[in-house]
């Protein structure tokens, strides 16, 4: 069964440490893997979209990365306005449009 | 562009009440979605639709839900009769007609919903 986990659930970080964030997946094969932040009240923001291990995407303070069975956000020295939900998202082989969605990792940044 | 307009923002019924949510896709976008949020489920797809014509609605949980799209421009999601479980969020989204593997989805602000 395709399946995608988060982890952590949630994380605290004081500005300026940097860290990582995991997105683990278990489908039958990948057609892509997308990153979403969310902020409170607001719909998904696309962020990046891998489609291949060893790729990697990078955008301001934020680095993802995928291997064949997870993909990794990399935060490097972040600021309070990164504080958001960041949601993965996983497309497979058997579907059309059905993207399958992580629970979430909700990241607070401490100033 | 605006983006993906929903409305209403937020909607407070009571059980048994009809329910309508409504969707603006972003122009030329080829694809709308709607989706339903909840702490529980997180996000779960309900239908989509490609050029105006429903695909899949298996997401759909009962016949309670029903969805239309009369034109390019405009979707419901309807919800009749009510009930308190189906309180949530509810997203649509569009995406280009390259489809999402070239391409993302994007999202309305959603439309919050409690049914009490």
């Known amino acids: 069964e395709d399946q995608v986990t988060q982890s952590p659930e949630a994380l605290r970080l004081q500005e300026g440490e940097s860290s990582s964030l995991n997105c683990s997946y278990t489908v039958s094969g990948l057609r892509g893997l997308f990153w979403y932040r969310q902020d409170p009240g607001k719909g998904p923001e696309f962020l990046f979209t891998l489609y291949s291990a060893g790729e990697e995407k990078e955008k301001e303070r934020l680095k993802a990365t995928l291997t064949k069975k997870e993909s990794f956000l990399h935060i490097t020295a972040p600021k309070p306005e990164d504080s958001a939900t960041y949601l993965c998202a996983v497309h497979s082989m058997d579907s059309n449009y059905q993207l399958i969605w992580g629970a979430g990792t909700k990241l607070i940044i401490k100033p | 562009d605006a983006g993906v307009i929903q409305s209403p923002r937020h909607e407070v019924t009571e059980m048994g009440q009809e329910v309508t949510l409504r969707c603006k896709p972003i122009?030329?976008?080829?694809?709308l979605f709607w989706y339903r949020q909840t702490m529980m489920r997180g996000l779960e797809l309900l239908i989509y639709?490609?050029?105006?014509?429903?695909?899949?609605d298996s997401g759909m949980p009962e016949d309670r839900f029903s969805a239309k799209m009369p034109n390019a421009s405009f979707s419901t999601l309807k919800i009749q009769p009510s009930e308190p479980r189906d309180s949530a969020v509810y997203f649509c989204?569009?995406?280009?007609?390259?489809?999402?593997?070239?391409?993302?989805?994007?999202f309305g602000e959603g439309s919050w919903l409690t049914v009490v």
């Open positions: 122009s030329g976008h080829d694809y």
């Open positions: 989204a569009s995406s280009p007609p390259e489809g999402i593997s070239g391409n993302t989805i994007y």
């Open positions: 639709f490609n050029n105006n014509v429903p695909i899949d």
